[in-house]
């Protein structure tokens, strides 16, 4: 079975705290893309990183960094100094064989100022 | 500006009453996608077109239908035989090559009388 868990539903925390969105995938693909996207209140989503299964290492870009391992099969997105622009829905998606994708339920981000 | 325009953005329909929802997108994008987003449930692939005059279903496209005679248009009909139509409505493209990075609309919520 391929499937995308993300079991924080909701996260709140006050403006220039670090937070870490959890993303648990299951596969039996050997080769496989992992992809966080992002989901303001205007109702879009914005593709924030695509990971291939092959690249392990970590990504850091700005205030966001995501840390992919295989061997807990978690893709985990955490956003340092958080701000209240970062306030939105988080989806976690895998990229099945057949080249669709499968989204995780989401996480829920609320930034306080 | 390229992007993609789904219309409308807010429908009431009664029950028993077909509805369409407009998809159009100046991307120049081969491939587009329809999905369907409730509370806790992510994101749920209905529809894709690979290219013009083709489509397949996703994984819920019983009650739903759909015609691709342009590229740039992808219009979701949501028949009567949807059982729970209530929902948000996401259309997206994909650009040749760029695997798993979808562009989205703003989405049109559906809300069934």
């Known amino acids: 079975a391929q499937k995308v868990t993300q079991a924080q539903t909701e996260i709140s925390v006050v403006e220039k705290e670090d937070v870490t969105l959890d993303c648990v995938y299951e596969t039996r693909d050997t080769t496989y893309y992992l992809f966080w996207y992002k989901q303001p209140p205007s109702g879009e989503l914005v593709f924030l990183i695509r990971r291939n299964s092959f690249d392990e290492q970590n990504e850091i870009s700005g205030r966001y960094s995501w840390n992919f391992q295989k061997s807990t099969s978690s893709f985990n997105f955490t956003i340092t100094a958080s701000q209240v622009v970062d306030s939105a829905v988080y989806f976690c998606a895998l990229r099945r064989d057949t080249g669709k994708l499968i989204f995780g339920q989401g996480t829920t981000l609320q930034v306080k100022p | 500006d390229g992007g993609i325009t789904q219309s409308p953005k807010y429908l009431f329909r009664k029950e028993g009453q077909n509805v369409t929802l407009s998809c159009e997108q100046n991307?120049?994008?081969?491939?587009m996608y329809w999905y369907r987003q409730d509370p806790g449930q992510g994101l749920r692939l209905i529809y894709y077109s690979q290219i013009v005059n083709d489509f397949q279903k996703g994984d819920i496209a019983e009650g739903y239908s759909v015609s691709r005679e342009k590229k740039e248009s992808f219009p979701l009909t949501v028949t009567s035989a949807q059982k729970n139509p209530t929902a948000f409505y996401l259309c997206a493209t994909q650009r040749e090559g760029r695997v798993g990075e979808l562009f989205f609309g703003e989405g049109s919520r559906l809300t069934v009388l």
């Open positions: 991307l120049n994008h081969d491939a």
